[in-house]
């Protein structure tokens, strides 16, 4: 399954996150802390464990710890319509 961040997604950094938008929707979604970088890793198509294993390295931590706290997020993210994952 690849995931990749919708290119009609609006968006813009913060000092604290990253503040998302999909088109038509009136609510935003802020990622903050660690969620910057998972939406930088999300500008080019990932498998999930690929993701983790970026998460991994940037934030010198455990991939399998980030996949059991990551999975609930991109979730969310597919399901607010900000994300997309596919099979391939």
Same mark, same amino acid.
């Given at each position: 399954m690849a995931t990749l961040r919708r290119a009609d997604v609006l968006w813009r950094? %913060?000092? *604290? =996150? @990253? $503040?998302? !938008?999909? $088109? =038509?929707?009136?609510?935003? %979604?802020?990622?903050? #802390? %660690?969620? /910057? %970088? $998972?939406?930088a890793v999300l500008d080019e198509p990932a498998t999930f464990d690929e993701v983790c294993e970026r998460l991994a390295v *940037?934030? *010198?931590?455990?991939?399998?710890?980030?996949?059991? *706290?990551? !999975?609930? @997020?991109i979730d969310d993210l597919v399901? /607010? #319509?900000v994300v997309e994952s596919s099979d391939g």
């Open positions: 950094a %913060t000092l *604290d =996150g @990253v $503040l998302i !938008r999909p $088109l =038509g929707a009136d609510e935003l %979604t802020m990622l903050a #802390g %660690t969620g /910057r %970088t $998972l939406w *940037d934030h *010198d931590a455990d991939a399998a710890s980030i996949a059991i *706290d990551l !999975r609930p @997020v399901e /607010r #319509g």
